[in-house]
């Protein structure tokens, strides 16, 4: 090959990769793992609270799962502060993300921000509490009222030697926030194991309290309260998770009864299972939260995509009857743990023990 015709071949070569053509050069393929097919997809997570263990999980989780599949996240959380929470969103929308997931922090506040996402054409997923008052393209959540029923089931149980001997027993029922849909589907589940027995006088709420911003500190008062004015005459609790739980069990200690007084909870926080062994706290409810955020982010890319989501069931949320999917739960005490949270990976022999 003579200089000219090997200069004017490297010419060509070069103009060719330039313009991008590769038509006779072809790149060696990527291995097969690295090729995350980048979709070109903004999910917009708003989450109401970080407070809990839990939602720090549902974070991480709903961003590996992202990460996966190639899309990107805006997320933000508002510090259980519905002005906060609104103007996030409202951010979400000027910036245009391609779909609304919301963990609400005031169920019944977001109507307004709401019709101006889909006004911007942009579908809206309620995950794991109900926005009411609002049109939602999807919930995704747990059974909770199921969660309710094992809450209450257990602490029946626990409590049902009393019962057979003909005592009346004392049950306070310390909820969670009035600002939460969710609060209600746990009470709801809870009575609907309580009220055949309190219809047949076996047993007797003493008391029945929300608890704002599900703050433990607000269930400790609720229960210290009554406890205070009531000579510390209760014979159970039934605690709507495992943060109200701990509030509770502190009133108690204060009387000398923790430990002797069955408690549950919700949520299988490691603060909690360590209560379950210590004996402390008598139950809790495990959500596996990883198969609750990656499904989250699997419906936000088919909302986002506009493809057809197959939702078992509707819920109504006042304004309407929301498409849902509910997943399931498991009810932990101290004799399955291990088949549980440890089977499961959510968490370790170490963490535990
Ligand atoms: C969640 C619970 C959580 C509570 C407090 C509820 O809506 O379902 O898992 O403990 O909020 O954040």
Same mark, same amino acid.
């Given at each position: ?71 990107? +996240? ?24 391609? +779909? ?5 922090? /005031? ?20 995950? /794991? ?26 602490? %029946? ?25 969710? =609060? ?9 194991? %309580?009220?055949? =027995? ?71 926080? %490691? ?83």
């Amino acid at each position: 090959m003579n200089k000219k015709i090997l200069i004017g071949a490297v010419a060509i070569l070069v103009v060719a990769a330039a313009a991008g053509g590769w038509f006779f050069m072809k790149p060696k393929p990527a291995p097969v793992a690295q090729q995350v097919p980048q979709r070109d997809i903004l999910i917009g997570f708003s989450m109401g609270t970080l407070q809990e263990e839990r939602w720090q999980r549902d974070r991480d989780e709903f961003l590996k799962k992202a990460d996966e599949l190639g899309v990107v +996240v805006d997320l933000q959380a508002a510090n259980n502060n519905v002005e906060t929470q609104i103007s996030q969103i409202e951010g979400m929308i000027f910036k245009g993300v391609d +779909v609304l997931v919301i963990a609400p922090h /005031d169920a019944d506040k977001l109507t307004a921000v709401i019709d101006k996402a889909h006004q911007a054409g942009i579908k809206v997923m309620s995950y /794991d509490r109900l926005i009411t008052k609002a049109d939602i393209d999807l919930y995704l959540s747990f059974d909770n009222v199921k969660v309710g029923e094992y809450q209450a089931t257990y602490i %029946l149980q626990a409590v049902a030697a009393k019962i057979a001997a003909g005592q009346k027993v004392k049950i306070a029922y310390i909820g969670g926030a009035k600002t939460d849909n969710n =609060a209600f589907l746990f009470k709801k589940g809870a009575f609907n194991i %309580l009220q055949p =027995a309190i219809d047949k006088g076996q047993v007797e709420i003493v008391v029945d309290k929300f608890s704002d911003n599900w703050d433990p500190q607000n269930a400790y008062k609720n229960l210290k309260a009554y406890l205070d004015k009531n000579d510390g005459l209760i014979d159970a609790v039934v605690a709507a998770n495992d943060g109200t739980a701990f509030g509770s069990i502190s009133a108690l200690k204060e009387y000398g009864l923790d430990g002797k007084v069955p408690v549950s909870g919700q949520d299988a926080e %490691l603060s909690a299972i360590k209560r379950i062994i210590a004996g402390t706290q008598s139950m809790t409810v495990y959500k596996p939260i990883s198969k609750l955020a990656a499904a989250g982010v699997e419906l936000a890319i088919k909302l986002a995509e506009g493809a057809p989501i197959n939702s078992v069931s509707t819920v109504n949320n006042v304004k309407m009857d929301v498409p849902s999917i509910l997943l399931e739960s498991i009810a932990v005490t101290k004799d399955n743990i291990d088949q549980t949270v440890m089977t499961d990976g959510y968490y370790s022999s170490k963490d535990i023990y």
